[in-house]
Nanobody, 125 residues
Framework: QVQLIESGGGLVQAGASLRLSCAAS????????MGWFRQAPGKEREFVAG????????YYADSVKGRFTISRDNGKNTVYLQMNSLKPEDTAVYYC??????????????????WGQGTQVTVAS
């Protein structure tokens, strides 16, 4: 089992930037596709961004495309989510995930193998 620990959330003003980090530990012998999801109060959990095991392929939700960037450092077993031009509608708990099938990118809850505990991001208007 892989353990995922997120950090970097917080309270910021609209237009600001934040960088989330996700450190993986445990059974990380082979690299997996990774992703970020988020869940706002009263809403379903939704896909935000995903990255292939090598880092060469990335995917984004339309709502964050051009503002968020996912990246990874496999030497550090860490995935990042750089969030720029934050909006109040980005307010949510952000979850780091690893893929159920290692070579694939998690893009829906059913494709996720492991979830982090989540980190709160609040964007004030």
């Amino acid at each position: 089992q892989v353990q995922l620990i997120e950090s970097g959330g917080g309270l910021v003003q609209a237009g600001a930037s934040l960088r989330l980090s996700c450190a993986a530990s445990g059974r990380t012998g082979s690299v997996s596709g990774m992703g970020w999801f988020r869940q706002a109060p009263g809403k379903e959990r939704e896909f935000v961004a995903g990255i292939s095991p090598s880092g060469g392929i990335t995917y984004y939700a339309d709502s964050v495309k051009g503002r968020f960037t996912i990246s990874r450092d496999n030497g550090k077993n860490t995935v990042y989510l750089q969030m720029n031009s934050l909006k109040p509608e980005d307010t949510a708990v952000y979850y780091c995930t690893s893929s159920r099938v290692k070579m694939l990118v998690p893009h829906s809850p059913s494709t996720v193998g492991s979830w982090g505990q989540g980190t709160q991001v609040t964007v004030a208007s």
